[in-house]
């Protein structure tokens, strides 16, 4: 666990976090740790965030900001790849308002109706939605839409205009309107990609989760990122601590034969980055199944 590893701090390493999402792979982080992790209690960060809860967060401390940015992309990352199992069918997809979300509130009223009725149409589809502002100018410029991605249970294909129907009503009309009179709209995106590939849960994840830090500094501290249904595992995640290499050559070979042991090259594609933040290094290894 994190506390016992933390416990065990032998000096500044990298923290090893695995994240386990079983058939959709595994995710190793491998972040400098130069101190040893202190514990809070009602206290540190955690005050310091709820001191801060609805300042402006083009006023907020850069670091944190993009920190918790982060940390909300990472939950959609995860949320994605533990409920997108096989078998399932996974649609990414865009909800519009006809001259755009005025606020955040707006946003999240129109999803909530919008989960709840397909709840009770289509029994067992889940989602989860992120907000993006549009930036292309028109009469939406500075407004929101929303994408989404859901996952259907085995045999529960969509019928898209029943999901118009519903996204209408979602947006105050009645769901029968047609042409110039439609509030808004809903598009399912393709499911297969330019090679004829299905869009595997991991290639979702990544395409979801990037709206979630696009905009960093717009709203408030504390407002959401993203909302999901409830329910969903979290991934199982183990902890340790790994000598810091000079080389980034040998930590990253380090990591794949970790990885490798494990998810296997006919089966697993692995994919890494290296980011610095805040004196910090982060090296992420995805294990991602093979698109088929």
Not at 44 to 55: D, F, I, S, V, Y
Not at 62 to 67: E, I, Y
Not at 183 to 212: E, I
């Amino acid at each position: 666990t994190y506390r016992a590893a933390a416990r065990a701090f032998p000096g500044p390493c990298y923290l090893a976090v695995l994240k386990n999402y079983g058939p959709n792979g595994a995710k190793l982080i491998l972040r400098t740790t130069h101190d040893q992790p202190q514990f809070s209690y009602g206290g540190g960060p955690e005050r310091e965030r709820e001191q801060n809860r609805g300042l402006p967060r083009a006023l907020a401390d850069t670091v944190n900001l993009r920190r918790a940015a982060w940390r909300a992309k990472s939950q959609v990352e995860d949320w994605i790849r533990m409920k997108a199992v096989p078998g399932t069918d996974l649609r990414l997809c865009t909800g519009t308002k006809r001259g755009g979300f005025k606020s955040l509130d707006d946003v999240w009223a129109s999803v909530g109706k919008f989960r709840r009725m397909v709840e009770r149409i289509y029994p067992g589809v889940e989602s989860i939605a992120v907000p993006e502002i549009h930036h292309g100018g028109g009469e939406n410029h500075d407004t929101y839409h929303v994408h989404m991605a859901m996952v259907f249970p085995a045999g529960k294909l969509p019928v898209y205009s029943v999901f118009h129907r519903i996204w209408y009503r979602a947006l105050g009309g009645v769901g029968s309107e047609k042409g110039a009179a439609v509030p808004g709209n809903f598009d399912f995106a393709k499911a297969f990609d330019r090679h004829g590939h299905r869009y595997t849960p991991c290639q979702a994840a990544r395409y979801l989760s990037k709206y979630v830090t696009k905009d960093l500094t717009h709203g408030n501290v504390g407002q959401k990122r993203f909302t999901k249904s409830h329910g969903a595992p979290d991934p199982v995640r183990r902890y340790w601590w790994e000598p810091i290499s000079a080389s980034q050559d040998m930590t990253r070979a380090h990591a794949v034969s970790l990885l490798r042991g494990q998810y296997p090259a006919d089966r697993f594609a692995i994919l890494s980055r290296t980011f610095h933040d805040g004196g910090d290094t982060y090296h992420v290894f995805s294990a991602e199944p093979v698109p088929i």
